[in-house]
């Protein structure tokens, strides 16, 4: 079965910035769907960012413009740039597949865990 490992987590400063990778291995990378999704405790998983899908999916107007998704395709790996990061942004990551109306198709893994903060 198809896996992903996210890294990349760490204590990073408000307005500062950081990036996770998240390694793929067991699909063709670049021909489906992958996003980030993050969860705070006490609070529903979300998702972040994607990469292109059939149709638009939605995120959060609280992390427009401020994260960003790239890939490298010979490493098989899928970048959060993060930027401009406020305390609520603290969460743990995680990176999955994703169908074509937005759900997760791999089980959730333990994810990488930000922390923003003074």
């Known amino acids: 079965q198809a896996s992903v490992v996210e890294s990349g987590g760490g204590l990073v400063e408000p307005g500062g910035s950081l990036t996770l990778s998240c390694v793929a291995s067991?699909?063709?990378?670049?021909?489906?769907?992958m996003g980030w999704y993050r969860q705070a405790p006490g609070k529903e998983r979300e998702l972040v960012a994607h990469?292109?899908?059939?149709?638009?999916?939605t995120i959060n107007d609280s992390v427009k413009g401020r994260f960003n998704i790239s890939t490298d395709m010979a490493k098989k790996t899928l970048f959060l740039h993060m930027s401009s990061l406020k305390p609520e942004d603290s969460a743990t990551y995680y990176c999955?597949?994703?169908?074509?109306?937005?759900?997760?198709?791999?089980?959730w893994g333990p994810g990488t865990q930000v922390t923003v903060s003074s």
């Open positions: 990469t292109e899908s059939i149709s638009p999916l």
């Open positions: 999955n597949y994703l169908t074509n109306w937005g759900t997760h198709i791999l089980p």
């Open positions: 067991g699909k063709t990378f670049g021909t489906y769907t």
